[in-house]
C-alpha cells in the first residue's frame, strides 16, 4: 500500500502556516497526493488531489488571495470558492463561469470542463504511475480498476462511467508515448 497523506479533523483549527507544515511532512513522508474531503449533494466523502496542487492552491488562494480580495482576516475556511461579498459557498455553476471568464480574459478558448479533463488525466498518470511502481512496472487489470475508481471518487462520480474510462483511456496512451520517448 503506498502512502497517502491525510489532514485531520483538528487541522481546521490550524493557521496557514501549521497546515503548509502538514502539506509538507506528508509529502515528506513519501505520499504524492493526499484526500481532500468532498462535500456534494450533502454527502461528504474522501477524493485523491496532488499533494502539490492542494499546496499551491492553500498557499495562493486560501490563504494569500482570497483573505486579500475580501479583506477578510482570517476565520474558518468552509469552502474553497467562496463569494468575496457574502463568504458564502460559490455555486459549481458560478464557479465554472468564473473558469471560463478567466480563460476567455487571456485568450485562451477552453472552460471548466477541459480543466477538469485535464485534471483528471493527470491524476489518472500520477496514480498509473504509483500503482504501476508498486506493481513490478506492470500495467494490468488492477492497477487499471484502481485507478479508474480513484479518478471517478476524485471527479465526484458515484461509479466508474464511460466518461471517466475515457480519462484514464488517454492517460495510458500519454503514459506510454512518455515512455517510447524516454531516453
Not at 493526499?34 to 456534494?40: Q, R
Not at 506493481?135 to 476524485?154: F, K, M, P, S
Request: aromatic share 4%.
Amino acid at each position: 500500500m503506498r502512502p497517502r497523506g491525510r489532514l485531520r479533523e483538528g487541522c481546521r483549527r490550524c493557521g496557514p502556516g501549521a497546515i503548509l507544515a502538514r502539506l509538507d511532512a506528508v509529502a515528506a513522508a513519501g505520499s504524492h497526493d493526499i484526500e481532500v474531503e468532498i462535500t456534494l449533494k450533502g454527502a461528504t466523502r474522501g477524493a485523491p488531489f496532488p499533494l502539490g496542487l492542494v499546496r499551491e492552491l492553500c498557499a495562493v488562494w486560501l490563504f494569500a488571495g482570497r483573505p486579500a480580495l475580501s479583506g477578510a482576516g482570517g476565520g474558518a475556511i468552509t469552502a474553497v470558492f467562496t463569494s468575496l461579498k457574502t463568504g458564502v459557498a460559490l455555486s459549481a455553476r458560478s464557479v465554472s463561469d468564473i473558469v471560463r471568464d478567466a480563460f476567455r480574459a487571456i485568450g485562451i478558448a477552453s472552460s471548466g470542463h477541459r480543466l477538469r479533463a485535464h485534471f483528471a488525466e493527470d491524476l489518472a498518470i500520477l496514480l498509473l504511475r504509483e500503482r504501476m511502481a508498486l506493481n513490478g512496472d506492470r500495467l494490468d487489470e488492477g492497477v487499471e480498476a484502481w485507478v479508474l475508481r480513484r479518478v471517478a471518487d476524485a471527479l465526484g462520480r458515484a461509479s466508474v462511467s464511460t466518461t471517466v474510462a475515457h480519462y484514464v483511456d488517454r492517460a495510458v496512451m500519454r503514459l506510454g508515448r512518455d515512455r517510447a520517448n524516454a531516453p
